[in-house]
């Protein structure tokens, strides 16, 4: 019989009040809401402490609870670095592309405004899918992620989490909007800061010699230099988590709203030093998880370290989770809705007019009632959560290289872009992992070497990343022969 740590009573309790908490800052907040320009993004005038937390706390959903410690079992140190460094780096490079946009579109809202003007209504409409697309599928990952942790510790049900943890958010940031979740990401990041340090001095107090040495001790080839997916998997996390955050919506909000660009710039560096740090710890206690006990479940591996009989603790990590959860939940309910009031009408001409806020609220409620569905049946959502991936490094390199390079016009971005995806679809890898469309399917196994059918993965997402700049250089040097 498994081990129940906490009652569905108590697991419940502890998400109402902390969401009726957040709740109540909605509507004392919502206000301060206008118009549909400062819904999206306040009033521009964002400090460094404000920005720093808001990044910060909207980039650590519930996923570091799980991904960067069960990659760490089974991809090693390289894992953990590419998974800290993937988080970590679209606040860097908005660090160069952030003031570029905002001195183009100083009343800017989304990126997909400047998608619009560079490369035209083809590329917008590919680009509004692959961002709608990822901002779904994470916040189904974070529903989820909930969803799992509560069935863990108490057996609740997965869609009485999925539905309570839902209607908090909607309730308090359809009324708040982008300032509101500025506003409770101040207190989430507080508590996951006090949360993860003491996680921090909870499992290293616990062990009886130094992290390392237990680890170069109990399992040294997660730290070995010839172990191969310590570079694979690493590469893999840091090219898929990096690209596709480039598309976050909820991070460009926050570019806009910002008071000015120096502020922009120390807080992308700060929440990306924080950002980093953590992850890689999280990352990190899945080494020391997997050298205590090689049998951890690779998810729960975080878990099997910190959860005892102590309820007190017990509740802590709840709470971690729901203030993770929470934070990014309410970030991307308002990214979606900020891309359906920017851009619904070229997705739908109905959505538009001076209603357009209502009519996106009720796009929102049916978004919600789709990922309570998905996130009630426990699906693993690691699989769309790659493939939402493998869309953004298809345009990734075409859009943000578009910045510079004016030759990459409309036609080319189509074409690098769907040759990008094609390919790397190519090679994605089918719900086992040990084939892809290419590899197993149009052509035998055997055609193809052991580095290649074991990192199927890895190879999909450098395909779709590389094969963009060929294509630019070979068509830009075309046109200036022409």
């Known amino acids: 019989m498994e081990k129940i740590y906490l009652s569905i009573e108590s697991s419940l309790l502890v998400i109402i009040l902390v969401g009726f908490f957040f709740i109540g800052l909605g509507y004392i907040n919502s206000r301060k809401t206008i118009n549909n320009s400062k819904y999206i993004i306040g009033n521009r005038d964002e400090s460094t402490f404000s920005l720093t937390t808001s990044l910060a706390a909207s980039a650590l959903g519930a996923w570091i609870l799980f991904g960067p410690a069960s990659a760490a079992t089974w991809g090693g140190l390289g894992a953990v670095l590419g998974y800290a460094l993937g988080a970590a780096t679209p606040m860097l490079l908005l660090y160069n592309f952030g003031p570029k946009i905002r001195k183009e579109f100083p009343n800017g809202l989304t990126l997909t405004e400047f998608i619009k003007k560079r490369f035209g209504y083809s590329i917008l409409k590919i680009s509004l899918f692959l961002i709608l697309f990822y901002l779904i599928i994470f916040l189904i990952a974070e529903v989820t992620a909930i969803a799992f942790l509560l069935n ?57 010699f130094n992290s390392i040495e237990l680890i170069k001790k109990k399992s040294p080839i997660l730290i070995n230099k010839k172990y191969l997916p310590n570079y694979t998997a690493g590469l893999t996390f840091f090219i898929a988590v990096a690209a596709t955050n480039l598309f976050h919506q909820g991070n460009w909000q926050r570019v806009f709203s910002a008071k000015n660009n120096l502020i922009l710039k120390k807080s992308l560096i700060y929440s990306s030093v924080i950002v980093f740090s953590i992850v890689f710890w999280m990352g990190y206690a899945g080494l020391i998880a997997f050298s205590l006990n090689p049998k951890v479940l690779p998810d729960l591996a975080f878990f099997d370290l910190v959860l005892s009989n102590n309820h007190l603790l017990i509740i802590s990590v709840l709470v971690l989770a729901l203030a993770l959860t929470l934070s990014t939940i309410d970030t991307l309910i308002n990214a979606i809705s900020s891309i359906l009031i920017v851009n619904g009408k070229e997705i739908n001409k109905s959505i538009s007019g001076k209603s357009v806020k209502n009519k996106t609220n009720y796009i929102i409620i049916l978004i919600s009632i789709l990922v309570f569905i998905i996130a009630s049946k426990g699906f693993s959502i690691l699989y769309l959560f790659l493939l939402a991936d493998l869309f953004c490094c298809a345009a990734v390199v075409t859009i943000f290289y578009g910045f510079f390079n004016k030759k990459i016009d409309s036609r080319l971005s189509y074409l690098s872009i769907i040759s990008a995806l094609i390919l790397g679809l190519l090679f994605f890898p089918s719900t086992d992992f040990q084939s892809s469309i290419l590899v197993g399917n149009l052509m035998p196994l055997e055609f193809f070497s052991s580095i290649i059918t074991t990192n199927l993965l890895f190879i999909s997402f450098a395909v779709a990343i590389i094969i963009q700049l060929p294509l630019i250089i070979f068509y830009s040097l075309r046109n200036s022969l022409r």
Do not use: H, N
Not at 181 to 195: E, M, R
């Open 152 to 208: 863990f510790i108490s057996k609740t049900p997965l869609w009485i989490t999925a539905s309570v943890t839902l209607t908090i958010c909607l309730f308090y940031i359809i009324r708040g909007g982008f300032k509101l979740s500025i506003i409770t990401d101040k207190y989430q990041f507080a508590i996951i800061v006090v949360l993860i340090l003491a996680s921090v001095i909870l499992i290293l107090a616990s062990l009886e």
